[in-house]
């Protein structure tokens, strides 16, 4: 099943039977369990013209590692966008919202960059393809539904990539402890990219001197830095608020 993979947790396979349904091959229902929450994952598969299977416990917790929640679905493997897609994004938006990540390892910081990203109108994810994690199903897990709604773009040459969207008028930020301007005081409405490092190592020096400003976000404690998911969270919804004004 090598072809396949896992989608689990209500809330990520109803997401996956509502904006993929083509990718779905089997949904799984943990047997005896019967409940409202579950109920929304029979209505969606009916919607995308699917019948689910039930099976006992166990073999859901041999599908998968992490609460299932009495569901899981056998799908195609999630795939991300080629760098053309940007085209399209640029084709159809102004001033679109993205976020470039340089880097990123851990699927749970993925996860969760990928659920901010949907929550605050990003246009695309942008990763390189080497030294980054991919769309995993503990990927799809942690971001609760949104690999099926943001764009994952991975690219060959991520300063190349920022080298063409400096060309089509986007402005890029890059996130570094060793900026003179915070996140507050950098101008982050119009077409714009935030970068975000690697976990602990932060951006690579091609990446950040490919960058049009750095901003560093304000500590008011003794920690040195936040997770790359939260950072990612406080940069994009201060644009979302800079934006919205």
């Known amino acids: 099943m090598s072809e ?41 598969a009916e919607v995308a013209g699917l ?23 056998v799908c195609e493997l999630a795939k991300g966008f080629s760098e053309d897609y940007l085209q399209a994004i640029f084709a ?6 993205l976020l470039i990540l340089d880097g990123v390892t851990d699927p749970h910081n993925l996860g969760a960059l990928l659920r901010t990203a949907d929550a605050a109108g ?17 990927v799809a897990k942690v971001a609760c539904g949104a690999v099926e709604t943001v764009p994952f773009v991975t690219v060959t040459n ?30 982050l409405s119009g077409s714009r990219a935030i970068v975000m490092g690697a976990e602990g190592d ?3 020096r091609l990446t950040k001197e490919c960058c049009d400003y750095l901003a560093y976000i304000p500590m008011a404690g003794t920690v040195s830095s936040l997770n790359v998911s939260v950072a990612a969270g406080v940069c994009l919804f201060e644009a979302v608020r800079q934006r919205s004004v």
């Open 4 to 44: 396949f993979d896992t989608v689990f947790g209500i809330h990520a396979v109803v997401t996956l039977l509502a904006k993929q349904p083509q990718r779905v091959r089997q949904v799984l229902l943990q047997e005896g369990r019967e409940d409202q929450r579950l109920s929304k994952v029979l209505e969606a």
């Open 51 to 73: 019948k689910c299977k039930r099976v006992k416990r166990r073999e859901l917790d041999d599908l998968v590692r992490g609460k299932h929640q009495g569901v899981v679905a």
């Open 92 to 97: 159809r938006e102004a001033e679109p919202l």
């Open 122 to 138: 990003v246009a695309a994810v942008i990763a390189p393809k080497d030294k980054s994690v991919g769309l995993t199903n503990t």
């Open 158 to 187: 991520l300063k190349r990539t920022m080298k063409w969207l400096q060309q089509q008028g986007c402005w890029i930020v890059g996130t570094a402890g060793e900026a003179t301007e915070s996140i507050y005081q950098t101008e």
């Open 202 to 204: 932060g951006m690579r």
